[in-house]
């Protein structure tokens, strides 16, 4: 089993919609998750922490934790084409500063 | 605020070969961390560096090697360098404490011929 996992997608959906990616992860000591949004060609760049169950809101995007099942998701709202981007999920591990990534899911968003 | 620096951006080796990237993190960052990506693997952990210090070691094999220096930049060196080395080579830098997130340079992409 991979330490975190995430569904490669593609995930298409229309613009206006709500876009909804996860990620699921292996240890249960891990505190720290974060999203990054990676376009072609670019490096990635961070979106969002979240370090406590329940939802974290910045803007469009909010993202969900649930330690007790061990997933981590985030819901983009009013996609637009231009979120069409590899959306990483990141885990810290245990107690170490090492990130794990998982493998990101493919977002397209439809004009 | 400056972001994370990577130099060079392109690199063409041969096998056998040797080559060093160097990072600068963004101004106050005391920790650097290195990844390779690529298509097959994904983005994997190299090792981080805190206070010239390697707090942290991914898989790879000893080829791969780090270090900082007393202003925070860091450089890898990937000694014997094999085809399958061909990636993109990213450093991320962070303040080091705890639940603080990692910001990206651009890469270094590095294709061995």
């Known amino acids: 089993q991979k330490e975190v996992e995430q569904n490669s997608g593609p995930l298409s959906v229309p613009e206006g919609a709500i876009a909804s990616l996860n990620c699921t992860y292996s240890d249960r000591v891990s505190q720290s998750f974060f999203w990054y949004r990676q376009y072609s060609g670019k490096s990635p760049e961070l979106i969002m922490s979240?370090?406590?169950?329940g939802d974290k809101e910045d803007g469009r995007f909010t993202a969900q934790l649930n330690k007790a099942s061990q997933y981590v998701s985030l819901l983009i709202r009013d996609s637009q084409p231009s979120d069409s981007a590899t959306y990483l999920c990141a885990v810290r591990i245990g107690s170490s500063y090492k990130l794990i990534f998982g493998s990101g899911t493919r977002l397209l968003v439809r004009p | 605020k400056a972001g994370v620096t990577q130099t060079p951006r392109y690199l063409i080796k041969t096998r056998g070969q040797q080559v060093t990237l160097s990072c600068s993190p963004i101004s106050g960052h005391r920790s650097v961390s290195w990844y390779q990506q690529t298509p097959g693997q994904g983005l994997q952990f190299l090792f981080e560096?805190?206070?010239?210090?390697?707090?942290n070691k991914g898989n790879f094999p000893g080829r791969f090697s780090g270090r900082q220096f007393s202003n925070s930049r860091s450089e890898m060196n990937v000694s014997t360098l094999e085809l399958g080395d061909s990636a993109l080579y990213l450093c991320?830098?962070?303040?080091?404490?705890?639940?603080?997130?990692?910001?990206f340079g651009d890469g270094t992409r590095l294709s061995i011929l």
């Open positions: 560096y805190f206070s010239e210090t390697q707090r």
């Open positions: 979240i370090y406590s169950n």
């Open positions: 991320a830098s962070s303040t080091g404490g705890d639940n603080q997130p990692q910001h």
